[in-house]
């Protein structure tokens, strides 16, 4: 048999049930749960192996999250390494607030840095389950979405080599800069956008946390925020004008910040430590609907972006990822039948029903990242007006009652996710 030709010129054809394009949390999750039920799949990463394993980003996932990873075996060194959180605290006038966030809920927060889930997701799919995972690869394609069998095209990175995928779906994991949601034709999907108008400067610092768990700061000057990642790194966050610049904030600009803005009787000072990222985050957000277009199906960030403000994206991603490989699994083994009575279930709706199932967590996570917003940038806004009703919210929160109790069960996360019942 000749050898296959790899020329630029001449591309490679190949048959996958499941092309998965993107090795973040979401498509790690879609190709785990797709391999291990027998379901053919090919992963296609731009990025290498050792940058997504080291990229930082998330660090909370809620507890049905990690329930629910348990479930399919994916959670074994989050359930051994990961700490749990169950309060946080609010600075405000030079006071400590902390709402028992566990206490009001019911439900911890599991701190895990994403690159650690990262790192496991795709150790359980490339390494032992010998999962076909292809990074680095180049110039992306999907063609014929819209048709029974479309086809996905990159270029291999070392031979320049154009392969070409034929398959029956494919999971858009790629994130919010991705190919998958940019390959959808104007207008057949509805992309809508909020802008918070505000920027946070995110920075993860080599020191050790400075309190047990997160701080808010609220100041005229200005959030800021403490959050604990690992006993050697911890996150803060500065709010900075929108189009602001890491370079305007250097080291002791940054740490001067952070002791004004999380300044509080009683408080320990912050231990400081060599900042080891720094990035500007606009806090945009944006939702597509609906999720699937053809046998293109959207998960994670390339589907919506909640800004970090209330820890939501990654477990979004998550959520998507279980009930888009339910779906998928479904629909390989012919079983993918009507929608699901509560949309809770993709399995059951298969992937008619999927976008619906996902959305509906969407939303309820945006309005409260979008709540939450206001509350932490009121003081800093400049209007009296939105500072005096975003201190009203907070004194409510910050009562026992119905208020303290439904804040606490959207910061954790919503019960009920994917699979857990
Ligand atoms: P991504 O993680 O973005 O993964 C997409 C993957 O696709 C990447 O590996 C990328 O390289 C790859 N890719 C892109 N284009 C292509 C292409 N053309 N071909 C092939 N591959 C491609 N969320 C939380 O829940 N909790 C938190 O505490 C939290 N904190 C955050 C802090 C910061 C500073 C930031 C920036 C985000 C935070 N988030 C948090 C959000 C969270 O990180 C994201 O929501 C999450 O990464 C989404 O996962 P994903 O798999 O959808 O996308």
Redesign the pocket.
């Known amino acids: 048999m000749d050898p296959p030709d790899v020329s630029p010129a001449s591309p490679v054809l190949a048959h996958t049930s499941v092309v998965v394009?993107?090795?973040?949390?979401?498509?790690l999750v879609v190709a785990n749960r797709l391999h291990d039920s027998g379901v053919d799949c090919v992963l296609?990463?731009?990025?290498s192996r050792e940058s997504?394993e080291r990229r930082p980003?998330?660090?909370?996932m809620e507890e049905w999250a990690v329930r629910a990873l348990a479930e399919h075996g994916l959670a074994e060194r989050i359930l051994l390494h990961a700490d749990t959180q169950g309060e946080f605290e609010f600075r405000f006038d030079g006071e400590r607030h902390t709402v028992p966030t566990a206490e009001l809920s019911g439900r911890r927060h599991f701190v895990y840095p994403?690159p650690q889930l990262v790192t496991d997701l795709l150790a359980s799919y490339a390494d032992k389950g010998a999962g076909d995972a292809r990074f680095g690869?180049r110039d992306?394609r999907l063609e014929g979405i819209d048709g029974d069998r479309p086809v996905v095209s990159y270029t291999d990175p070392v031979t320049g080599a154009r392969h070409h995928l034929a398959c029956d779906h494919i999971a858009g994991?790629?994130?919010?800069?991705?190919?998958a949601r940019a390959s959808i034709p104007d207008g057949a999907v509805a992309v809508s956008r909020r802008d918070d108008g505000v920027a946070w400067l995110?920075v993860l610092a080599q020191a050790p946390p400075s309190a047990d768990g997160v701080v808010f700061g609220l100041h005229e000057r200005g959030f800021g925020a403490h959050m604990a990642r690992s006993p050697e790194v911890t996150r803060y966050y500065l709010q900075v004008p929108p189009g602001d610049t890491t370079g305007n904030w250097p080291h002791e600009r940054v740490w001067q910040e952070l002791r004004v803005r999380l300044a509080a009787g009683g408080a320990p000072p912050l231990t400081e430590g060599p900042l080891v990222e720094k990035?500007v985050?606009d806090m945009h957000n944006y939702v597509v609907e609906p999720m699937s277009y053809g046998r293109l199906h959207l998960?994670?960030?390339?589907a919506h972006l909640v800004a970090?403000i209330a820890?939501?994206?990654?477990?979004?991603?998550i959520h998507d990822a279980l009930l888009l490989a339910d779906a998928l699994i479904a629909a390989d083994k012919g079983e993918d039948g009507g929608a699901g009575e509560d949309g809770n279930r993709a399995g059951a709706g298969g992937l008619a029903a999927y976008s619906q199932a996902c959305l509906r967590r969407v939303w309820q996570y945006q309005e409260f990242s979008q709540w939450f917003s206001d509350v932490l940038h009121g003081a800093s806004s400049g209007d009296r007006f939105r500072a005096g009703t975003a201190r009203a919210r907070l004194r409510r929160l910050l009562e026992p009652g119905h208020d303290a109790r439904a804040f606490a069960g959207l910061y954790m996360g919503e019960e009920g996710g994917a699979l857990t019942g």
């Open positions: 394009i993107g090795a973040g949390p979401a498509g296609l990463e731009a990025d997504i980003r998330a660090g909370f994403q690869v992306v994991c790629d994130g919010a800069r991705g190919v995110a990035v985050l998960a994670g960030d390339s970090p820890a939501k994206g990654m477990n979004l991603a």
